[in-house]
């Protein structure tokens, strides 16, 4: 019989990706979701059970039911502007959330744990490249939330009653290469959906948030890392901490800037497309620069990028955005 895992926020963008993976390395996932971001269209790989992280007895049903060999664990909120307006929704359903699925996992027994951080922890830092060993400030409540959680996941370690690993990802893009799932959010914030819904005319025009920082053309620089390279790297910690040990936080980057000119010339291209782009002021809290150090990541889970240049992150998604357009 195949083994379960527990997927929480299984029906969102990246949960849903890390689902195909398991479901292809011979894993049953079983798909842990509210549905208030994530979609029933994304559930492909396995049973839907429909809960919130904050409802205890469901998720102890589903414990019951399924014994999964470890947890992947994505449920969160995860707008940063959101969390600043109202950081008790975010404390309620990140923080308190995942200390009820910790509970639930330590008493069912369930050894493993792969949580789903962001590099967001590493606040406003002077150097563009960012490796572990960097202080963690996070700058908002979002922010705040992540490390709080990756805090408690630390002193489980310590007590030896969870074995777990943080994964802190950079700009998680792209879709599915086989254009079977791909990103939707409401309402859409990220750089290259939404130049690709200028491109499609379904917004007016791009603008660009600051074009003087210190970067090469002025623009902000990211780590574009597409989402099926997160899927599997997922899947490799999963089964690491299965038989052994990890690092309690692992960067998960492209290992490549980009900035939201390369973006925007990258869609241009792709799409064919031509569309008004305007450059205006700065978004409040953007660092000029991120990019991940991913040395750790290739010695401790053995992997690195395979979908992540620029081309190859922009093609996917306009490719399915192209057809659910259509
Ligand atoms: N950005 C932009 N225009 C947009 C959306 C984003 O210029 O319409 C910039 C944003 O300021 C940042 C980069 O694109 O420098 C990536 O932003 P995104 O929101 O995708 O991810 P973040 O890095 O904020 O997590």
């Known amino acids: 019989m195949k083994k379960h895992v527990l997927v929480t926020g299984g029906a969102g963008y990246i949960g849903s990706h890390a689902c195909k993976r398991l479901f292809e390395d011979g894993y049953q996932p079983v798909i842990y979701d509210n549905l208030s971001t994530g979609h029933d269209w994304a559930v492909k790989w396995g049973p839907l059970v429909l809960g919130d992280l904050l409802e205890k007895e469901i998720l102890e049903s589903v414990f019951n039911d399924y014994q999964p060999v470890a947890v992947l664990h994505f449920a969160a909120c995860g707008l940063v502007e959101e969390s600043v307006r109202d950081p008790e929704k975010y404390i309620r359903n990140n923080i308190d959330g995942s200390k009820v699925l910790i509970d639930v996992i330590k008493a069912k027994k369930c050894p493993v744990m792969v949580f789903s951080s962001s590099c967001t922890l590493y606040g406003n830092v002077e150097q563009s490249v960012l ?16 490390l709080a959680v990756e805090n408690i996941l630390a002193e489980e370690r310590q007590a030896g009653g969870l074995n777990s690993i943080a994964l802190r990802y950079f700009n998680a893009a792209g879709a599915d290469p086989e254009g079977e799932i791909g990103e939707d959010h409401d309402p859409e914030t990220h750089l290259i959906p939404r ?34 390279d997160l899927a599997v790297a997922h899947v490799t910690a999963m089964e690491k901490l299965i038989t052994g040990e990890l690092p309690p936080a692992i960067n998960l980057g492209a290992g490549i800037g980009s900035s939201v000119k390369d973006v925007v010339a990258c ?9 008004p782009v305007k450059i205006g002021p700065r978004r409040d809290g953007d660092p000029a620069a991120l990019v991940a150090d991913t040395a750790l990541a290739q010695k401790e889970l053995s992997w690195s990028s395979q979908y992540s240049d620029l081309e190859t992150v922009v093609g996917t998604a306009w490719q399915w955005h192209q057809n659910q357009n259509a």
């Open 267 to 275: 869609v241009k291209k792709i799409s064919g497309r031509d569309f």
């Open 195 to 228: 130049v690709i819904s200028a491109a499609l005319g379904q917004l007016p025009e791009v603008k660009i948030f600051g074009d003087d920082y210190p970067t090469e053309d002025g623009s902000c620089v990211r780590d574009y890392i597409h989402v099926s």
């Open 131 to 146: 490796d572990e060993s960097l202080p963690v400030q996070p700058i908002n409540p979002y922010g705040e939330t992540k």
